[in-house]
């Protein structure tokens, strides 16, 4: 199994002061996963961090899209993060069929009616 990862960089948002890394795909146990196979849980993990002097709300969207650009998941976690910390979160996902997906990983200001705090970080992902 290979596993193609497109890493775009840390998405920043000027006025937000918080970035994203790009996710990592982990196991259960938050350890790095090389091979991802139908069937079997698999995260999507990056690191949150808050530049600013204040706490900021966010939630972490990601969004998981099958070859003919049909969503497979789109999910949400929200929480706080204080100044000047660091924040690792994770989304699950259990991959149906086989194939090449795209993960979209974000950051919004809520979840209904959001606003963007971060680009969208790209991620291709195979599936066996």
């Known amino acids: 199994m290979v596993v193609i ?3 775009f960089g840390n998405a920043y948002a000027v006025s937000s002061n918080l970035t994203l890394t790009s996710p990592t795909t982990v196991d259960m146990s938050g350890h790095q996963k090389s091979e991802i196979h139908v069937g079997e849980p698999v995260g999507f993990l990056s690191v949150v961090t808050n530049h600013g002097t204040s706490e900021k ?3 972490y ?3 998981i899209l099958n070859q003919d650009k049909q ?3 789109q999910e949400g976690l929200s929480a706080s993060i204080g100044a000047g910390q660091s924040f690792t979160v994770a989304q699950s996902w259990i991959p149906r069929e086989s194939g090449t997906y795209t993960v979209k990983t ?3 200001n809520g979840y209904l009616m ?3 705090l971060t680009e969208v970080i790209e991620t291709q992902i195979v599936v066996k």
């Open 5 to 7: 990862i497109c890493i």
């Open 57 to 59: 709300r966010f939630t």
């Open 61 to 63: 969207v990601v969004l």
């Open 71 to 73: 969503t497979e998941l």
């Open 106 to 108: 974000f950051l919004l």
């Open 114 to 116: 959001a606003n963007p």
